[in-house]
């Protein structure tokens, strides 16, 4: 080999050798480190009193088969939805059996709370279902907040 080729492989091999290292520089440099701990969602499931804490108390067989029925009318629903051609009556048929089976888990579920309510002292109850309904009001609104983020994102982003 003359000196002129050692030469050029020496300079491709420094080359190389910077561009690992500024990469790896700019890697450490540019990259955030990963949190200690994941961060929580601001979720966190509520509790009921310690002597309701069953795990039949709310989910009875009862409520769990009306669960079950509502989820596979759902499930039908987008069968339906998917063939080629669609059929309205039959949709509709199916539509109004979901929407009556979701009737009556809300229904079972309504009162299965108000038995559960008459089991709780009042400062229970004031706790139990503040929380509910203070978690149910956070989730609704970071549901309003991704929906208002996504429309205004394609408002601004017409593509």
């Not at 929580?40 to 409520?63: A, C």
């Not at 503040?130 to 609704?140: D, L, N, P, Y």
């Amino acid at each position: 080999m003359t000196k002129r080729t050692i030469a050029i492989l020496l300079f491709i091999s420094l080359a190389f050798n910077l561009a690992v290292l500024g990469s790896i520089l700019w890697i450490r440099l540019n990259h955030k480190a990963c949190p200690a701990e994941i961060p929580q969602s601001g979720h966190h499931r509520i509790v009921l009193p310690p002597h309701l804490q069953n795990d039949h108390v709310m989910w009875s067989p009862e409520i769990r088969e009306l669960h079950s029925e509502f989820n596979k009318s759902k499930i039908e629903l987008m069968r339906e939805l998917a063939k080629d051609p669609i059929t309205e009556t039959s949709i509709t048929a199916i539509i109004d059996n979901s929407l009556a089976a979701q009737g009556s888990l809300e229904r079972a579920l309504a009162h299965r709370l108000l038995e559960i309510r008459k089991q709780m002292s009042a400062a229970e109850a004031q706790e139990y279902f503040s929380s509910r309904a203070e978690q149910m009001k956070k989730r609704s609104q970071a549901f309003k907040h991704k929906y208002n983020r996504r429309r205004n994102n394609e408002k601004d982003n017409p593509n």
